[in-house]
């Protein structure tokens, strides 16, 4: 199965880590900072991305879904369908909550606010 704009389904996350995120305007947002696995069933919970901040200081944390980010090769990053507005309201952890009660917390809270389709059910 491919992506939206047709990308194969397979991908390291070592080429995943570091890649810039941008919104639906083409505004820089931050990069992925991490990928969180749900071991028990193989799938992909959220993109951690990292926005805000100096050096690490102050940033912000966000469990993006995995399946709204699309990789833009014009712009060398992941576009997510989203709002300046949307991200801004959008859920904001630190890496301990991220992976607090197995990152279930962080997961609903992210695919309620951003409105996708849970993949678990």
Known sequence: MTTVTGHTEAIP???VIGTNVYNAAG???????????EKTSNDIMFAVVGFGGFLGIG???????????DYDTRLGGYVVPFSTDQLKAAPA????ELTED????ARDAS??????????H
Not at 93 to 96: E, G, I, P, T
Not at 102 to 105: E, L, Q
């Open 102 to 105: 197995d990152g279930r917390a």
């Open 111 to 120: 695919f309620a606010h951003y409105q996708v389709e849970p993949y678990w």
């Open 59 to 69: 940033e912000k944390y966000h469990a993006v879904p995995w399946s709204t980010l």
């Open 13 to 15: 996350a070592s080429r």
């Open 93 to 96: 952890y630190s890496v301990k």
């Open 27 to 37: 505004e820089s947002i931050g990069s992925i900072e991490d990928v969180m696995l």
